[in-house]
């Protein structure tokens, strides 16, 4: 039988600054905050980290006070083998001098035992950087680079060995990313606004199939769409129409992750979807609101308050959690906007664009990240194409018999 420790006393709780910016933080048993893992989870927010991210750190900080809280330990004197036991811990959730007769389901996948893992790890390099001698050796837990690639003239430019990792955590193969049809797509577009050819108009909300359109036509990430301001948008004169991607503050802590600019070119039809909604936009009173319209976000509140307020990602997600009631059955249950950058990326390696074609697309830093993630669908392209295997050599098949016509090799 296994036991399961109750200790939902320490927990991560979200906070409201008083600038409106939601974080995390941790609490213990006595609804304190914890002092060490809020000082690194503010020390994230100084650094301007993503709010997700510190959500993350904050969850993995929470289990790791509970696993010390649980196993009577204290947080500046661990040692190595208190990090491999609390990997066990994160794996079955047993409580001190607890032995499973037989194994349970494990509580976590690897993939997240992992991102935990590394939560703490970097709370605990933050203290050593700041003096504090807190864990034994921890170094050598520490992981430096990632992959077996190795630069040019790796040999020459290093001085000294990598840091290798002690305790290890069970890689597994990442699956083929999720993504929507083409029909799919569609639907979720379809159900937020549609064309009235009777009337000549458009039915429902302009700047929810908008937000969809845009995100499965460039790939973008939901914060890099909600970060869109109309100056960002170029619409056609003439000439191909397209957005700039800018890396800047936003109120709501969206950011372009990796802080790259990129331009990236729209379809007419996506264009003068754009137009439209700019259209009603002013129709709705934007721009006496707002004092520079073109400086302002494209994606805006139109029935909540603040009115043309940048629109908050919650929002975004609660207007996901409607579709997918609305269109049950139609499409995945457990689809997010982040889907739509995977059904692009897919989309173009299928139609055969070049890899680092999409890597600068997608602002990926390094080509080698779209490689990886989108591994299998390179693959089967180049399976099908040697597959086709008497098409591929159809040109070196007359090559040969041409000169078998001419006479024997002499």
Same mark, same amino acid.
């Given at each position: 039988?296994?036991?399961?420790?109750?200790?939902?006393?320490?927990?991560?709780?979200?906070?409201?600054?008083?600038?409106?910016?939601?974080?995390?933080?941790?609490?213990?048993?006595? *609804?304190?905050? $914890?002092?060490?893992?809020?000082?690194?989870?503010?020390?994230?927010?100084?650094?301007?980290?993503?709010?997700? @991210?510190?959500?993350?750190?904050?969850?993995?900080?929470?289990?790791?006070?509970?696993?010390?809280?649980?196993?009577?330990?204290?947080?500046?004197?661990? @040692?190595?083998?208190?990090?491999?036991?609390?990997?066990?811990?994160?794996?079955?959730?047993?409580?001190?001098?607890?032995?499973?007769?037989?194994?349970? /389901?494990?509580?976590?996948?690897?993939?997240?035992? +992992?991102?935990?893992?590394?939560?703490?790890?970097?709370?605990?390099?933050? *203290? %050593?950087?700041?003096?504090?001698?807190?864990?034994?050796?921890? *170094?050598?837990?520490? %992981?430096?680079?990632?992959?077996?690639?190795?630069?040019?003239?790796?040999?020459?430019?290093?001085?000294?060995?990598?840091?290798?990792?002690?305790?290890?955590?069970?890689?597994?193969?990442?699956?083929?990313?999720?993504?929507?049809?083409?029909? %799919? !797509?569609?639907?979720?577009?379809? &159900?937020?606004?549609?064309?009235?050819?009777?009337?000549?108009?458009?039915?429902?909300?302009?700047?929810?199939?908008?937000?969809?359109?845009?995100? +499965?036509?460039?790939?973008?990430?939901?914060?890099?769409?909600?970060?869109?301001?109309?100056?960002?948008?170029?619409?056609?004169?003439?000439?191909?129409?397209?957005?700039?991607?800018?890396?800047? /503050? *936003?109120?709501?802590?969206?950011?372009?992750?990796?802080?790259?600019?990129?331009?990236?070119? !729209?379809?007419? /039809?996506?264009?003068?979807?754009?137009? /439209?909604?700019?259209? %009603?936009?002013?129709?709705?009173?934007?721009?006496? &609101?707002?004092?520079?319209?073109?400086?302002?976000?494209?994606?805006?509140?139109?029935?909540?308050?603040?009115?043309?307020?940048?629109?908050?990602?919650?929002?975004?997600?609660?207007?996901?959690?409607?579709?997918?009631?609305?269109?049950?059955?139609?499409?995945?249950?457990?689809? #997010?906007?982040?889907?739509?950058?995977?059904?692009?990326?897919?989309?173009?390696?299928?139609?055969?664009?070049? $890899?680092? $074609?999409?890597?600068?697309?997608?602002?990926? +830093?390094?080509?080698? #990240?779209?490689?990886?993630?989108?591994?299998?669908?390179?693959?089967?392209?180049?399976?099908?194409?040697? &597959?086709?295997?008497?098409?591929?050599?159809?040109?070196?098949?007359?090559?040969?018999? +041409? &000169?078998?016509? !001419?006479?024997?090799?002499?």
């Amino acid at each position: 039988m296994t036991t399961v420790v109750d200790l939902s006393g320490i927990r991560t709780q979200r906070l409201t600054l008083g600038t409106g910016e939601r974080t995390w933080t941790v609490l213990g048993r006595d *609804h304190r905050v $914890v002092g060490p893992a809020e000082e690194y989870l503010e020390h994230l927010r100084v650094q301007k980290v993503s709010p997700n @991210t510190v959500k993350s750190y904050a969850r993995a900080l929470a289990l790791w006070w509970q696993y010390l809280d649980a196993f009577g330990l204290t947080w500046d004197t661990v @040692t190595l083998e208190d990090f491999g036991a609390f990997l066990t811990w994160l794996r079955t959730g047993e409580g001190p001098q607890v032995t499973a007769l037989a194994p349970g /389901e494990p509580r976590f996948g690897e993939a997240t035992v +992992a991102v935990r893992l590394r939560g703490v790890l970097s709370c605990y390099e933050f *203290h %050593q950087l700041n003096g504090v001698d807190a864990g034994r050796d921890l *170094h050598r837990l520490v %992981q430096r680079g990632g992959g077996r690639y190795k630069p040019m003239l790796e040999h020459i430019a290093r001085r000294k060995g990598r840091r290798q990792t002690v305790i290890r955590v069970r890689q597994q193969h990442a699956g083929a990313p999720p993504v929507l049809t083409p029909r %799919q !797509i569609d639907g979720i577009c379809d &159900a937020c606004a549609v064309w009235d050819s009777a009337v000549y108009e458009w039915r429902g909300s302009v700047r929810d199939r908008l937000l969809w359109a845009l995100l +499965a036509e460039t790939g973008l990430r939901l914060g890099e769409a909600l970060g869109l301001r109309h100056r960002d948008w170029h619409t056609g004169r003439g000439d191909t129409p397209f957005i700039e991607v800018v890396p800047r /503050e *936003h109120p709501h802590r969206v950011r372009v992750k990796g802080g790259g600019y990129r331009k990236l070119y !729209i379809s007419d /039809e996506l264009d003068r979807l754009y137009g /439209e909604y700019l259209w %009603q936009l002013c129709g709705a009173g934007a721009d006496m &609101a707002v004092v520079d319209l073109d400086d302002w976000y494209v994606f805006v509140n139109l029935a909540r308050e603040p009115r043309f307020a940048p629109w908050q990602p919650d929002s975004v997600y609660d207007l996901v959690d409607r579709l997918r009631r609305q269109l049950a059955g139609c499409v995945p249950n457990a689809w #997010t906007p982040h889907w739509f950058r995977h059904s692009h990326a897919t989309a173009l390696l299928l139609a055969g664009v070049p $890899v680092h $074609v999409v890597s600068r697309r997608l602002g990926h +830093a390094d080509v080698q #990240t779209t490689l990886n993630t989108y591994a299998h669908v390179t693959e089967d392209a180049e399976l099908r194409a040697v &597959a086709d295997w008497k098409a591929l050599t159809s040109g070196w098949r007359a090559t040969i018999e +041409a &000169a078998e016509a !001419i006479g024997p090799c002499s």
